[in-house]
């Protein structure tokens, strides 16, 4: 059965980065893309950027171009988020979701979610 | 402020018929498919409707999904004390080259 498993919660201070890792497996990894999601406090969902996991290509939101890294290790199944600069606002669980084949918004398996934590 | 927009709440008591509207733009409902996704508490999210109405196995065809012109709508028929959480609308949009996400509407059962 698919799984996504993302790495455990994060407590970092503004300024700092932080770099949330997503294990795969049950599937073909390089097969499907993978998006990262994240949803502050109370609040809504929002889209960070995606990656092929077949050839490494990678895209982000306009809103964290420049600061966020998308990147993916095929030998150990596992895709990484890495967010710089980090900010209050930041503070949010993020989520990796594997998208669907055929619909760039089809995210048919999320992994349990990662807190950060941004406090001076 | 999301590109989406859903209503914030809707309610209905057990076993009624509810309906969660989406509206976007030609840019992205209007252009591409629209999925829905189901939130319960503390859960990640679970995708419920892909490709504007289609289910993926294992949801119940009490969820129901439809999609006109730039606005979408999500129906739950036989409504159960279970189904109450948040539910988002999301699609690609072409303008902003992004994927985007309804502000999300919770669902309570009376």
């Known amino acids: 059965q698919v799984q996504l498993v993302q790495s455990g919660a994060e407590v970092k201070k503004p300024g700092a980065s932080v770099k949330v890792s997503c294990k795969a497996s049950?599937?073909?990894?390089?097969?499907?893309?993978m998006h990262w999601v994240r949803q502050a406090p109370g609040q809504g969902l929002e889209w960070i950027g995606w990656i092929n996991a077949g050839n490494g290509n990678s895209k982000s939101s306009q809103k964290f171009q420049g600061r966020v890294i998308i990147t993916r290790d095929t030998s150990a199944s596992t895709v990484y988020m890495e967010l710089s600069s980090l900010r209050s606002e930041d503070t949010a669980v993020y989520y990796c979701?594997?998208?669907?084949?055929?619909?760039?918004?089809?995210?048919?398996?999320w992994g349990q979610g990662t807190l950060v934590s941004v406090s001076s | 402020q999301s590109v989406l927009t859903q209503p914030p709440s809707a309610s209905g008591t057990p076993g009624q018929r509810v309906t969660i509207s989406c509206s976007g733009s030609?840019?992205?409902?209007?252009?591409?498919?629209v999925n829905w996704y189901q939130q319960l508490p503390v859960t990640a999210p679970k995708l419920l409707i892909y490709?504007?109405?289609q289910r993926p196995s294992g949801v119940p065809d009490r969820f129901s999904g439809s999609k006109s012109g730039t606005s979408a709508s999500l129906a739950i028929s036989g409504l159960q004390s279970e189904d109450e959480g948040d539910y988002y609308c999301?699609?690609?949009?072409?303008?902003?080259?992004?994927?985007?996400f309804g502000g999300g509407t919770k669902l309570t059962v009376l």
């Open positions: 979701a594997r998208e669907g084949h055929g619909d760039w918004a089809k995210f048919d398996y």
């Open positions: 999301a699609a690609w949009d072409d303008s902003l080259n992004a994927v985007v």
């Open positions: 030609s840019f992205n409902i209007g252009s591409n498919p």
């Open positions: 490709s504007n109405n």
């Open positions: 049950g599937y073909t990894f390089s097969s499907y893309a």
